[in-house]
């Protein structure tokens, strides 16, 4: 029953979540979850860009079975099949020569800053500063917390891991000031989805590239939430038309098995040497599993031109929406199939919790934007289902 489950999570849990959506989830496939009571939910946010497949998509369940009754743990004293194959996968798909294995998006995005510090290490040069954006989103771990361009993710945990400073993002004058010669890096999201949905524009993503080659400073892109497709191109780097030397990648890259990766140019990746960087868990036999078989749907079941294509429809249907309700959507931020509907602030919450009781799954970002990351095999159906709820919900506040 949930009134149990959620007495004991307030009797034995870290309350680091506050009070939860007063659900508790059984099961799954596609695009529905089915709640303990029976009720049937649609999730538009797939675990927060994370169940690209939705849930248990057969080739991900098959995957998984058939690795779990073989092996599911060696070690990174030994050659690891799966590993090697994902690390193919990613690199014959984008503009990396290698890829590192990790846990997750805040394991991987530290993985990139330890990769720039040693790359200039290296070559005996004292390069160590790194600049990320205001708005930004990169972990919760002390140096992801560092470069997340949030005060109040910050607050509590100062003194910070010194050398991360942040700028406003779409400047590239913000940039040129804040550069040093001890800048190593500037890492960004192209998309920044935490925040709720903002692209930077092109110009400046071309400009930074420009600017980094320029001055010797690497390119590092978070692609955790943006990777895997959801935005139309296997990576937002090349929905942007740029290559960053460094890019990270997680959430979606499992299908819902922890895994992250790293991946950088050669010259850079040549900068960790045996001894250099490592983990227990990282890309081991079963995570990778997943990675190949999400990789595999993704390329059979032509996943990214879906995201295009739904992508969108998306976006018409909510701009139809906005045109219909325009005294309550502010503005429509879509990329392929990560989207932000942001609302009026006083409305917004009212919006969030109506879809909620919609049985729709979303997220309320900074308290006013609706942000939806459906899985990539998503249908113009339920799409539709989408918008007619959110239609719904516009009307009733
Ligand atoms: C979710 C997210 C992270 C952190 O990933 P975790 O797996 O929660 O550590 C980092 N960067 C971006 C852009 C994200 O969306």
Redesign the pocket.
């Given at each position: 029953m949930l009134e149990d489950i959620i007495a004991l999570d307030k009797k034995y849990y870290m309350n680091t979540f506050g009070e939860r959506l007063p659900v508790c989830f059984d099961r799954g496939e596609g695009i529905k979850l089915y709640a303990d009571n029976g009720d049937v939910y649609y999730d538009f946010l797939g675990g927060?860009?994370v169940n690209a497949l939705g849930h248990s998509h057969p080739r991900l369940v098959n995957a998984l079975k058939t690795q779990v009754e073989k092996l599911i743990h060696t070690s990174s004293l030994y050659y690891i099949e799966n590993q090697a194959r994902l690390a193919q996968k990613l690199v014959e798909n984008s503009c990396a020569d290698k890829a590192f294995f990790c846990n997750?998006?805040?394991?991987?995005?530290e993985g990139a800053f330890k990769l720039a510090k040693i790359y200039f290490y290296k070559k005996g040069m004292e390069k160590y500063e790194i600049i990320s954006l205001d708005h930004?989103?990169?972990?919760?771990?002390l140096a992801?917390v560092a470069a997340t361009g949030q005060p109040h993710y910050q607050a509590p945990y100062k003194p910070l891991t010194p050398g991360f400073k942040q700028i406003r993002p779409n400047s590239l004058e913000a940039v040129s000031e804040a550069v040093t010669d001890k800048t190593a890096a500037i890492m960004i999201?192209l998309i920044?989805?935490?925040s709720g949905v903002h692209p930077m524009d092109v110009e400046y993503a071309k400009g930074l590239r420009k600017l980094c080659d320029e001055k010797g400073i690497l390119l590092i892109i978070?692609?955790?939430?943006?990777g895997m497709g959801r935005t139309g191109k296997l990576f937002a780097h090349q929905l942007y038309g740029i290559e960053p030397d460094i890019f990270?990648c997680?959430?979606a890259l499992g299908g819902g098995v922890?895994i992250?990766a790293v991946c950088a140019k050669a010259e850079v990746a040549a900068a960790f040497e045996p001894g250099d960087h490592g983990t227990t868990f990282g890309g081991n036999p079963l995570a990778t599993a997943a990675g190949l078989a999400v990789f595999e749907a993704i390329e059979e079941e032509h996943l990214v031109e879906n995201a295009r294509s739904m992508g969108r429809i998306f976006e018409e249907r909510l701009n139809e929406l906005s045109k219909k309700h325009r005294d309550k959507i502010v503005d429509v931020r879509c990329a392929g199939l990560l989207v932000g509907v942001e609302l009026k602030p006083e409305i917004a919450k009212g919006v969030f919790d109506r879809l909620f009781k919609k049985k729709i799954l979303a997220s309320l970002c900074k308290g006013l934007t609706i942000r939806i990351a459906p899985p990539l095999n998503i249908t113009a159906d339920e799409i539709d289902l989408f918008i007619s709820a959110l239609d719904e919900a516009l009307s009733e506040v």
């Open positions: 927060i860009a997750s998006g805040a394991e991987a995005n930004s989103f990169h972990g919760r771990t992801t999201e920044q989805g935490e978070d692609e955790v939430q943006t990270t997680a959430k922890p992250g």
